[in-house]
């Protein structure tokens, strides 16, 4: 099994190069379109872009738990939020912050599933139609 096995959907873009690196290259590579993904900001806190490497790659669910290294369970962290969540369950990490915002876990949940960052805009929108669903089908069940 190749090392680069975790390259998928976006970063399938650099498969083909990925031949001719090193693991530390591809890794490297691998991390830097993460962050690239989110514009170099946290995905909890979502603060001014960070582009030095106190900017980490959280695992969603903890490698210590079994969590992998594939993208539908990572999200750039500032090295903050990334202690502070330790092994926590991030969604029970996040709803106990300030900085907490229901758009902002749905986009992390967006990322996880499908490997691309919403708008704050697009984010909104969804959570709108979800709730309005939602809603309609207790006035149906009423
Ligand atoms: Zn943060």
Redesign the pocket.
């Known amino acids: 099994m190749p090392f680069f096995y975790c390259m998928y959907n976006k970063i399938s873009d650099y498969l083909f190069h990925m031949e001719a690196l090193t693991h530390g290259e591809a890794k490297r590579l691998w991390r830097k379109s993460i962050k690239d993904s989110w514009n170099n900001c946290?995905a909890?806190?979502d603060?001014t872009p960070i582009t030095d490497k106190s900017l980490t790659i959280d695992h969603v669910k903890p490698r210590s738990n079994g969590g992998e290294d594939l993208l539908s369970n990572v999200v750039p962290?500032?090295r903050?939020?990334n202690q502070m969540k330790g092994s926590m369950d991030w969604r029970e990490w996040f709803k106990m912050q300030s900085f907490y915002e229901p758009w902002k876990e749905y986009r992390i949940e967006y990322w996880l599933q499908h490997s691309v960052v919403l708008s704050k805009e697009e984010c909104l929108e969804a959570l709108w139609i979800n709730h309005s669903i939602d809603k309609f089908s207790e006035f149906v069940a009423a």
């Open positions: 946290c909890y806190c603060g962290a500032d903050h939020c």
